[in-house]
C-alpha cells in the first residue's frame, strides 16, 4: 500500500491511515510518502507495517550506519534512518504526547543528547543463538535470529570475539564490557543456570566520584555517560537538607544513596530499598564508608509501609512498568517535600505522575536524556511537590 505518513508514536513507529485503519509505520519518518508492507494484521482497528521504499522523503532521513537495519532486519535498532538531532526532537514529541493523553498535562519537553555520539555507546549487548550456533539480533516482533558480522552500537571492540564464533544453539547471550579489553561473556541457555565463558564476572564502574565493584549481570545504566549525568540531576533536584530523611527506591547499588548522603550529612539517612540480592551486596559493600546509608532487600510495595519515619524526600527509579497506584499512592501519603521520579517508558512516566497528581502533587519539571540513540527508547526524570507546599510558598 501507498501511505502518508503522519506523527511519531510510542514505539519506534509513526502512524498513517488507510480504508478507515490505523497503520503502525517502521522505518518511516512524519511526512513521508512511502509504499508499505503489512508484518502483522490480527484485525480489529490497527495493523503493523514496513515502509520498503520511500516516494518522497522527508528532511532528516539518512543512509543506515547498520546494513542490518531496515525492514525485515534486526530489531534493535528503530531511527538507523533518522538524524540524531531529529531522533531527540521525536523522543520530545512522544514524551510530551504521553503526558498530555495520559496525565493530562502541557508540558515542553526537549532531549539532551549525552557525550559520545550516537554510535558505540551500548556496553550491555544481549544477543540470541539460531540453531546453526551462529549468534545475532532478532527480527523485530520475531524469534527469528539474524545473524550479524557487528553492531555499531555496541562498545568498540566488545564484540569481536563473540559473533566471530559459534554457540550453544538455542541460548542466549549478555555481552558486558568495562572497556575495549575486558568483556565479560554469560551464557544464558533455554533451561538452567546461566554460564560464565569469558571474564570474571565483576566489573568495576566508575560514576560520582567513586569507583563501584559489581556483579556484571546486575543493573547498571548501558549508556556510559548515563550513571554521572542522571546522579547530578537527582542530587540537583533533590536538594535535601543536613539532616533529612530520604528514601531511594527500587536503588539498585545505591547510586543517587551515594550523592543524596553527601547532602543529609552523618545526621541524616539514607534508605536504599532494592529486591536484588545482588544488587544489595554489591552496594553494601561500594557504600560501606557511608554510614548514613542503609540497605533493605525487599520488593518496594512489600516494605514500604515497614519504613521509618516521614521521609523529606523520595526517589524511585522503577523497573519499565513504573511504580503503579498502589505504591504512587502509598509514597505520595507519607507527604514528601519532593518526589525524583525515573522512567525509561514514556507511557509508564505519564501513568505514573498521573497518580501522584491524583494524591495533591504537582509535576515541576520535566528532562529527558537520550541515554539511547538509534532506539526509541529513553530516560526521563520528573521532580514533583505536594500542591500544598507550592501554594504557600506562592510558587
Do not use: N
Request: aromatic share 4%; net charge neutral; hydrophobic share 45%.
Amino acid at each position: 500500500m501507498e501511505l502518508t505518513v503522519g506523527r511519531v508514536g510510542h514505539g519506534g513507529f509513526c502512524v498513517a491511515r488507510h480504508e478507515g485503519r490505523v497503520v503502525f509505520v517502521r522505518h518511516a519518518l512524519p511526512g513521508e510518502r512511502v509504499r508499505a508492507v503489512v508484518t502483522e494484521d490480527r484485525g480489529g482497528s490497527y495493523c503493523r507495517a514496513d515502509a520498503v521504499a520511500v516516494l518522497e522523503p522527508a528532511a532528516g532521513r539518512v543512509a543506515s550506519p547498520c546494513p542490518a537495519s531496515g525492514p525485515g532486519g534486526c530489531g534493535g535498532c528503530d531511527f538507523q534512518h533518522v538524524d540524531p538531532q531529529l531522533q531527540r526532537e521525536l523522543k520530545a514529541q512522544v514524551v510530551a504526547e504521553q503526558l498530555h493523553r495520559i496525565a493530562g498535562l502541557d508540558v515542553a519537553v526537549t532531549v539532551q543528547e549525552l557525550p559520545g555520539g550516537s554510535l558505540g555507546w551500548r556496553t550491555r549487548t544481549r544477543l540470541a543463538v539460531d540453531r546453526t550456533g551462529q549468534p545475532g539480533f532478532r527480527v523485530h516482533r520475531s524469534h527469528t535470529v539474524l545473524p550479524v558480522p557487528a553492531c555499531p552500537l555496541a562498545m568498540p571492540g566488545s564484540l569481536d570475539g563473540v559473533l566471530s564464533r559459534r554457540w550453544h544453539p538455542g541460548a542466549e547471550l549478555e555481552v558486558v564490557a568495562e572497556d575495549s579489553s575486558r568483556v565479560h561473556v554469560v551464557q544464558l541457555p533455554a533451561s538452567g543456570p546461566p554460564k560464565q565463558l569469558h571474564g570474571s564476572g565483576r566489573v568495576v564502574r566508575h560514576a560520582v566520584g567513586r569507583s563501584w565493584e559489581l556483579s556484571a549481570r546486575g543493573f547498571w545504566q548501558v549508556h556510559p555517560a548515563a550513571a554521572d549525568v542522571l546522579a547530578t540531576l537527582v542530587g540537583e533536584w533533590a536538594a535535601a537538607p543536613l539532616g533529612a530523611t530520604v528514601w531511594d527506591l527500587y536503588g539498585g547499588v545505591g547510586l543517587f544513596a551515594s550523592v543524596l548522603a553527601g547532602q543529609v550529612g552523618p545526621t541524616g539517612s539514607v534508605t536504599v530499598v532494592e529486591a536484588s540480592r545482588r544488587s544489595v551486596a554489591d552496594g553494601t559493600a561500594a557504600l560501606a564508608d557511608l554510614g548514613q546509608v542503609r540497605f533493605v532487600h525487599g520488593r518496594v510495595e512489600h516494605v514500604l509501609a515497614q519504613l521509618p519515619g516521614a521521609p523529606d524526600v523520595v526517589v524511585l527509579d522503577p523497573p519499565r512498568r513504573g511504580v503503579g497506584r498502589q505504591v504512587a499512592a502509598a509514597v505520595a501519603d507519607r507527604g514528601p517535600a519532593r518526589l525524583i521520579h525515573l522512567a525509561c517508558d514514556p507511557a509508564a512516566l505519564a501513568r505514573d505522575v498521573a497518580a501522584y497528581l491524583q494524591r495533591g502533587y504537582r509535576l515541576l519539571a520535566v528532562r529527558a536524556l537520550d541515554a539511547f540513540p538509534m532506539t526509541h527508547h529513553i530516560e526521563c526524570v520528573a521532580v514533583l511537590a505536594p500542591e500544598s507546599m507550592i501554594v504557600e510558598s506562592g510558587a
